[in-house]
């Protein structure tokens, strides 16, 4: 492929992805109730308020990398149902990379999710039991509003699977859009612009199947901060290069999402599990909330765990 032509692919290519990206950001923000927690351990703790980081991890590399297969799994049959009705080459092309977004053409824009999860609410023992350490752990309350703010999107996790298709038909139908608005054709050393919507499709499912979770977890009640990792050319954008770590047995890549002073000083509560050695009086604890976040309370949460 000459460089004239691979610059009219990327331009197309980015012309789509900017359409979808556009969709993201532009759908209506949820209510956010008074705060959020985010579940951790007492080196979690000391990490967030202390080096004032929030560990954002791969979606996929995590438990609920089964999610994501839900979302792409949704799309695969909307996209079949659509090729009953009215087959076209992007919806062939759509088939092929959704199970596998890598096209076998050079320097791809591709897209990566890391997500941090929270809750709004710390009065169910399936939030300590699961999230908590067994109640163990801790929970951070911070003021939702703070948390709201770029280089973030805080998303409240869908679990209903109707609202989960239109959310697919939005993206899909952008998609649609923006390649119908740009009838020219590529050059021929060039994938076509169906492929490259394809490819744009399969990859934006991804990121938006991070927003949802199976109808059995409706009881989590979860939101999510995600930090969308953007590679064009093979050149990260927009966030630092990841970091790993071992969970489980497993390799999970993850980025450092930095709290300002601001945010920091938005926490409002420090919740101890129910069984944590931690004691709302403990000095180093009062210490470190006293550094970092001042008018954070420290309590003792009730909810037993067994």
């Known amino acids: 492929m000459q460089s004239n032509d691979m610059e009219k692919a990327k331009a197309f290519s980015n012309k789509v ?12 923000a949820d209510d956010l109730p008074p705060l959020l927690y985010h579940f951790t351990d007492a080196a979690g703790l000391a990490g967030i308020l202390g080096d004032g980081i929030l560990r954002a991890s791969l979606v996929t590399s995590l438990n609920d990398c089964s999610e994501i297969q839900h979302g792409v799994d949704l799309a695969t049959n909307l996209v079949l149902e659509r090729k009953k009705i009215r087959p076209s080459p992007f919806l062939d092309a759509a088939l092929r990379y959704l199970p596998d977004p890598t096209p076998p053409w050079l320097h791809p824009l591709e897209s ?39 280089p ?16 697919v038909e939005g993206l899909l139908g952008e998609v649609q859009q923006a390649l119908g608005a740009d009838t020219a054709a590529l050059p021929g050393g060039c994938p076509s612009k169906d492929e490259i919507a394809g490819h744009i499709f399969s990859i934006c ?29 093979s050149v990260v954008q927009g966030t630092s290069r990841p970091k790993y770590r071992s969970v489980d047995g497993r390799v999970v890549p993850y980025v450092e999402a930095p709290l300002g002073p601001e945010q920091l000083r938005a926490v409002r509560q420090i919740v101890l599990g129910n069984t944590s050695p931690l004691g709302p009086n403990d000095p180093g604890l009062k210490i470190l909330v006293q550094e970092a976040s001042p008018e954070a309370e420290i309590i003792r949460s009730l909810v037993p765990v067994r």
């Open 17 to 28: 992805f900017k359409a979808c990206w556009d969709w993201f950001n532009g759908r209506p």
């Open 112 to 150: 990566s999710t890391f997500v941090v999860s929270l809750c709004g609410r710390i009065d169910k023992s399936v939030h300590w039991l699961h999230y908590g350490q067994t109640g163990k752990g801790v929970a951070i309350g911070f003021d939702a509003t703070s948390m709201a703010a770029p």
């Open 152 to 167: 973030f999107r805080l998303v409240k996790v869908e679990y209903g699977k109707q609202k989960q298709r239109e959310l």
């Open 205 to 233: 499912v991804r990121a938006l199947a991070a927003e949802f979770k199976s109808e059995c977890f409706i009881e989590e009640e979860e939101w999510r901060l995600l930090w969308f990792q953007i590679r064009k050319d």
